[in-house]
């Protein structure tokens, strides 16, 4: 028993300077951990220890591997096992996850990109698996105005998985503006789970116009999720 616990209290302790060792990138050390979060049960200390990782940590995949795993613990239930501060306070991490690095610029080669989109995107997963109505807001705005592609991706898949019809004019704003097809490809997925009969036009107008074949596809796709009952040329014109 001893024995046991002291394991247990080395591989704490490991975890704990793995988060605090901000600077160091070592594959090793992620993988462990990744094994120590996994290793979390799902009550009051564990969610803010990951919390507190998510929000006061420097090292971005840090970040990443805390909010991961915040999703899994609300995915498998943890609103019923936790009190309400604690909660609340796993919304705010995820949602200043969706924000994180957007205040900074840096340069890369001629490029100015947002540090941390990993971050950001991790975040929005995260956020569709707490499946939270109140944070809607907060991902439609990422959809409309984060620069980084893989971020507007992954909100608008999480938007789908989240049946969020309030998001659904965001949604074919993006569509309809976006030069990127692969962001294009998933708000159509989104748009097909949600089947809000708004977005038909929009999906018919996708089908019919100058995107990739695969793009066209899904739309169609999308289409046969919507019930529609009014001829398609009055909802496109």
């Known amino acids: 028993m001893k024995y046991k616990f002291f394991v247990m209290l080395i591989v704490s ?3 704990l300077i793995a988060i605090n060792t901000y600077a160091v990138h070592n594959v090793e050390t ?3 951990l990744e094994q120590y979060f996994k290793n979390l049960p799902i009550n009051d200390d564990s969610v803010n220890e990951l919390c507190n990782a998510a929000v006061n940590s420097d090292d971005e995949y840090v970040k990443v591997l805390a909010l991961r795993r915040l999703g899994e613990m609300f995915e498998k239930g943890a609103k019923g096992s936790i009190s309400d501060n604690t909660y609340k306070k796993a919304v705010n991490a995820m949602l200043a996850g969706l924000e994180e690095g957007t205040d900074r610029i840096v340069r890369v080669g001629n490029r100015q990109v947002n540090p941390f989109w990993e971050v ?3 975040a929005a997963i995260s956020l569709s ?3 939270d109505p109140s944070t809607i807001p907060s991902m439609v705005k990422a959809l409309r105005y984060d620069t980084d592609p893989v971020v507007q991706r992954n909100v608008a898949l999480s938007l789908g998985k989240m049946k969020a019809k309030q998001a659904v004019p965001a949604l074919i704003d ?3 503006t976006t030069p ?3 962001v294009a490809a998933d708000i159509v997925t989104a748009l097909g789970e949600i089947g809000d009969k708004r977005a038909f036009g929009a999906l018919i107008k996708v089908v019919r116009g100058n995107f990739m074949p695969k793009v066209k596809e899904m739309a169609q796709a999308a289409l046969e999720k919507i019930q529609w009952t009014e001829e398609p040329e009055e909802v496109i014109r």
Do not use: F, M
Request: aromatic share 6%.
């Open 129 to 131: 698996k707490l499946n």
């Open 180 to 182: 990127d097809q692969g």
């Open 174 to 176: 993006v569509l309809e």
């Open 30 to 32: 992620y993988k462990d």
């Open 120 to 122: 950001r995107g991790e």
């Open 13 to 15: 302790l490991s975890a």
